[in-house]
């Protein structure tokens, strides 16, 4: 089946900084996803982005689906941004499963 | 536009106990999806099911487990005779259709004793 990988898996950063988080998949994909699980552990959508860049807020996002990889970026991070960030995928072949990754831990210091 | 509501929330359950998650999708999705987080792990697809139908259940423990989403209610995600293994977070997901972002509820977290 589908891999998918993302990086960093720990991410420590101060108030105010700037991240970029990444996401690899080992094959073509229909969908593409960006979840924030907060402390609470809610699953909050982030972006539906198969291919293309979004934008949202302080957060945006860019597929490049020929050489499979996402990224998410984070400006001006705030506290309340800490938690673990997932991408997942659908592959092609598949019914319309997500797959996870095992996502990045983000914590933001004030 | 109500999200994806799932109940309760927290369940304990003893060793042998049966354990019953309820899931009701967004208005308008027919497509449902359970999800198993375990603590510090992502989520793993268990099964999709549309109405009435078991779509792929590839992800769902051979015993114990078994899901269903009638025509009329809830989905529902049942596991029988719970172990402590079976402690998790159980989300559900739901969209209107194949290719399209599923959404997720606030999942209902197991705790088996």
């Known amino acids: 089946g589908i891999q998918v990988e993302q990086s960093p898996p720990d991410l420590i950063l101060q108030e105010g900084a700037n991240s970029t988080l990444r996401c690899n998949f080992s094959?073509?994909?229909?969908?593409l996803q960006w979840f924030h699980q907060n402390p609470w552990g809610q699953l909050i959508n982030l972006f539906y982005?198969?291919?293309g860049t979004k934008q949202n807020g302080r957060l945006s996002a860019t597929t490049v689906a020929t050489e499979r990889y996402s990224l998410l970026y984070i400006s001006s991070s705030q506290t309340t941004d800490s938690g673990v960030y997932f991408c997942?995928?659908?592959?092609?072949?598949?019914?319309?499963?997500?797959?996870f990754g095992k996502g990045t831990k983000l914590s933001v210091k004030p | 536009n109500a999200g994806v509501m799932q109940n309760p929330r927290h369940l304990v359950r003893r060793r042998g106990q049966e354990a019953r998650l309820r899931c009701s999708p967004m208005?308008?999705?027919?497509?449902v999806y359970w999800y198993r987080q375990l603590p510090e792990e992502g989520l793993k697809f268990m099964v999709y099911?549309?109405?009435?139908?078991?779509?792929?259940e590839s992800g769902m423990p051979k015993e114990r487990f078994s899901a269903e989403f009638p025509k009329e209610g809830p989905s529902i995600l049942r596991i029988q005779q719970v172990v402590r293994g079976d402690s998790a977070a159980y989300f559900c997901?739901?969209?209107?259709?194949?290719?399209?972002?599923?959404?997720f509820g606030n999942g209902t977290r197991l705790t088996v004793t």
């Open positions: 982005i198969p291919s």
């Open positions: 997942a995928v659908v592959d092609g072949g598949s019914q319309g499963n997500l797959i």
């Open positions: 997901a739901s969209s209107p259709g194949i290719n399209s972002p599923l959404h």
């Open positions: 099911l549309q109405k009435e139908n078991i779509i792929d």
């Open positions: 208005k308008g999705h027919s497509h």
């Open positions: 094959d073509s994909v229909n969908n």
